[in-house]
């Protein structure tokens, strides 16, 4: 796996199968174009790599030149191609084969046919290393391709993601399914979904709060809200059963999400458990788990001046809040050393301006 900028990928071609894919086109045109020096025209920037090994295996006369056009920026075609380095002019009556790393949605091909349109060449082929056919328009004929993939973005070779990744010598594909899974630990107050907030934005990630499926489930009075009421207005922790059912339906509701940030989930022993053999079973895990550390008395300052604000019950009475810290203490602490062991845990200062401890967080995501 490497990583380019924000995103992960997966090797996908190895140097062998593209060798032997560039080695198989040259030698296609090479039986075409024996008794002709054709003029071979590069498709900037993607097509260096391809052009250079090609024509090591091209082994008659031929003429090579370059055009650049642009379209991809970022993982997707924008639609909007430019052409940055026109074609010489002296081709006329002469075979042309152009060679392009990658067809995909015809786009690029369509401005390709435009530029020789007007030249009266002999002849016009288009040769390319990998091919889409998927997603191909299919508004002119491939007449030569290497490697037929799948939809999938790809770098390296050549291809590139926002600029980077060109010089790998295999070819890689996105990974989609890389996800980041946090656990925010931290007693009631420590900033877990002020922070999640923040974070969710700039991981792209799915916050959830077993809080806040309770408070929404409890506002809506449903049997779950109902049940939960009489522990959270204790400041008890609900029963394991109902809150790890409740976590994995709203797991299950995300299915293409690129990862978590769970917000006062596991909490006992029992949850930790469950989550990562639930998470196991979808072939993921908790990737790290974050503490947010600080003082019980700032904590029920903050917690009372919340209270006044948001009316949470839990919120408004100090032993209330006592109560959820003897919770955390006993029930949720003792996961520290759960995590510790699988070399998760992480601990950070929750103290501070709130931009100060997404910073913080920030480190020790970007070290994952
Ligand atoms: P929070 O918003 O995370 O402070 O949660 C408020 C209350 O919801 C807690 O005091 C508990 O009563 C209940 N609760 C939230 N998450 C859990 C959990 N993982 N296990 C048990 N109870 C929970």
């Known amino acids: 796996m490497i990583k380019l900028h924000d995103k992960h990928f997966k090797a996908f071609l190895s140097e062998a199968q593209i060798e032997a894919a560039v080695k198989n086109v040259a030698e296609?045109?090479?039986a075409d174009y024996k008794d002709e020096v054709?003029?071979?025209?590069?498709?900037?920037?993607?097509?260096?790599?391809?052009?250079?090994?090609?024509?090591?295996?091209?082994?008659?006369?031929?003429?090579?030149?370059?055009?650049?056009?642009?379209?991809?920026?970022?993982?997707?075609?924008?639609?909007?191609?430019?052409?940055?380095?026109?074609?010489?002019?002296d081709i006329e009556g002469r075979s042309v084969v152009i060679l392009e790393d990658i067809i995909d949605t015809g786009r690029t091909l369509k401005e390709l046919v435009h530029l020789f349109s007007n030249a009266n060449v002999k002849e016009f082929k288009i040769a390319s290393l990998f091919y889409k056919s998927d997603v191909y328009n299919g508004e002119y004929a491939i007449d030569y391709w290497g490697i037929e993939i799948p939809d999938k973005f790809i770098v390296g070779y050549g291809l590139d993601y926002k600029?980077?990744?060109?010089?790998?010598?295999?070819?890689?594909?996105?990974?989609?399914?890389?996800?980041i899974n946090?656990?925010?630990?931290?007693k009631p107050g420590a900033g877990k979904g002020t922070q999640a907030e923040f974070l969710k934005e700039k991981y792209n990630l799915k916050h959830i709060s077993t809080g806040d499926l309770f408070r929404y489930n409890m506002k809506n009075d449903t049997d779950l809200g109902k049940l939960a009421k009489s522990y959270i207005d204790k400041g008890d922790l609900v029963p394991d059963e109902v809150t790890?059912?409740?976590?994995?339906?709203?797991?299950?509701?995300?299915?293409?999400?690129?990862?978590?940030i769970f917000d006062g989930f596991p909490r006992t022993a029992a949850q930790a458990n469950a989550l990562d053999k639930f998470l196991a079973g979808k072939d993921m895990k908790v990737d790290a788990t974050i503490a947010l550390e600080a003082k019980d008395e700032i904590l029920i300052q903050r917690l009372l001046e919340r209270g006044k604000?948001?009316?949470?019950?839990?919120?408004?009475?100090?032993?209330?809040?006592?109560?959820?810290f003897d919770e955390y203490n006993e029930k949720t602490a003792p996961l520290k050393d759960y995590y510790e062991e699988q070399g998760k845990f992480h601990s950070v200062n929750?103290?501070?301006?709130?931009?100060?401890?997404?910073?913080?967080?920030g480190k020790v995501i970007e070290e994952l």
């Open 163 to 179: 600029e980077l990744g060109r010089n790998l010598k295999q070819v890689y594909q996105l990974n989609q399914k890389h996800m």
């Open 244 to 260: 790890i059912k409740m976590l994995e339906d709203a797991v299950d509701k995300n299915p293409d999400a690129s990862g978590f």
């Open 309 to 324: 604000v948001s009316g949470r019950s839990d919120d408004q009475d100090e032993d209330k809040i006592r109560n959820r």
């Open 350 to 361: 929750g103290i501070g301006e709130i931009d100060e401890v997404t910073h913080r967080l």
């Open 38 to 89: 054709p003029i071979f025209v590069g498709v900037l920037n993607g097509a260096f790599m391809f052009v250079s090994d090609f024509l090591k295996h091209y082994p008659y006369d031929c003429e090579v030149s370059f055009v650049k056009l642009s379209s991809y920026q970022g993982l997707t075609s924008t639609g909007i191609v430019e052409t940055l380095l026109d074609v010489s002019e």
């Open 28 to 30: 296609k045109v090479a």
């Open 182 to 186: 946090l656990v925010l630990f931290g």
